[in-house]
Structures are given as C-alpha cells and as structure tokens.
C-alpha cells in the first residue's frame, strides 16, 4: 500500500494504472476540450501552475508549453510513469510526483492557477477534493475545470457498460457528473471561487467503433479494468454494445462521436 494514496483510493490508483502510456490515446481524443480549459486558464510564463490528476501530462505538457512552471500530480504511477518519458521527450520540465487530490502534499496557496481535465472529478471524497482544490490555489489564483456533464456521452458510455459492472453500494456513491453541472460546482466552491462556465463539444473521430472501443479498453482504466474481469461471452456483450454506441454517430467515411463537456473558471476570492 502507498502511504500517498488514501485507503480508499488505492484500488482506483491500480485501476487507473492500467492504462500506462496507452491512456495518453484518451487525451488525444480529448485533446479540443483540453486546450479549451487552457486558453480559458492563460498561463502565464513562470507562472505556478498544478495539473491535478495529470494522468500522462496532456494538459500539464500545454500548460508548460505556455512557459508556466508546472506540477502535475496523480494517483496513478503507471500513467506518471508515462508523462515523464513524453516530458522528456518533448524536452519539457515538468515536476511529476505521486499525490493524492484528497490530500495534497503543497502548502496554503502555493500555486497561481489550479487546472484538471477530467480528472479530479472521479476522486472518491469529492468534497476533500474540492477544498484541496481551494485551498493551494492563492488569493486572486485562478481555477480551471473541465468536466463531463450528466447528460455527455461520458455518460451514455457509463450507461452501456452498467449491465456489466457489479452491483452498487446502497445507497450508491455519489456521481462524479456532478462535477460537469454549474449549481453543483457553485454550491460546493462558490464560497471559494467566482465562477464562469462555457459549454463545448469535441469528437471522438475513429474508423469505425470497434476502433473507438479498442482506445477504450488499451488505456481507459476503467474500460480496461472491466472487460479484463469480465468472461468471455461477457465480454463480447460489453464490447458489441460499445461498439454499437459508437456506430450511431457514423458520418459517412467514419465515425465522430461527440463529447459534450464543461468549462469552469474560477478566480480565488
């Protein structure tokens, strides 16, 4: 067990872990959303900047690009791992370290600007998460989130894959599209943030959707994680039905499935 990791979090560390290099695949899909939360947050050169579950350092790599100085954290060695080789092959000093966003190893105020990209909306104690968010970020720092709202089809893909999924908690977790809706954020960070919000769409463009599914289950931990664990017929279903949701958005010479996501930016009061 690693002591940086919460308890409860540390399986979802090994599930995110999986995905190593391949996940970098994930954030080329959502490459466009990603550089919208960037020119949303403008960092700035020297600039402090923390890129919270960084996963392999997408948005940490765009962030460093715009000269600010950046740390990107996440709960997932075998995705660091992978930043840091693509950091130094895009000749990038980057500060990548193993951390927990429940409990974030950086003292009040540290950083100028606080960015995550579909990340720390998936921490298991979203309200520790939250404050951590508020509390490194400085006085007049600002925040950047971009998430998947209830009604993306991040959710729909969450939707197709529950049949196979074991049975929730009762009552079950909290959902982590909560994070992708404005009252959510502004009831929960309002007291820290002023908020502005701007909604946005990308593709995911692949041949056909069995491509699109194999992106999903080589480095998306929890895609991979599951259709792992799953037998073989039941794997086939999973699969067949994630191809099948992909299919619906065929254009013609391929598939683009959109992606509907949310920008939040947030000035520290």
Known sequence: MNEQIQPHNQKAAA??????RAYDE????????????????APKPG?????????????????????????????????????REIAVERNLDINYRLADAEALPFSDGEFDAVIS???????????????????VCRKGGRLA???WPP????????????????????????????WG?????GETLGAAFEFAFETGTMYHRVPDGEAGYEVLAAGFGPVKALVEGLDDEKRAAAKADLVALYERYRKGIGVAMPYDYLIAVGTRR
């Open 145 to 147: 989130l971009m998430t």
């Open 181 to 185: 809706r404005p009252e959510w954020l």
């Open 26 to 41: 994930v954030s080329r899909f959502i490459a466009e959303g990603i550089e919208h939360c960037i020119i949303r947050l």
């Open 15 to 20: 599930m995110w872990s999986s995905g190593g």
């Open 47 to 83: 600039e402090r900047v923390l890129d919270i579950a960084t996963g392999t350092g997408w948005t940490s790599r765009r962030a460093a690009e715009h000269g600010a100085k950046v740390t990107g954290i996440d709960i997932a060695e075998g995705m660091l791992a992978a930043a």
């Open 151 to 178: 009604e993306s089809n991040a959710g729909e893909l969450r939707k197709a894959l529950a049949p196979y999924m074991p049975s929730p908690p009762s009552p079950p977790p909290p959902s982590p599209f909560d």
């Open 117 to 135: 990209t579909c990340g720390v909306m998936f921490a298991g104690d979203r309200e520790a998460a939250a404050a951590e968010l508020a509390r």
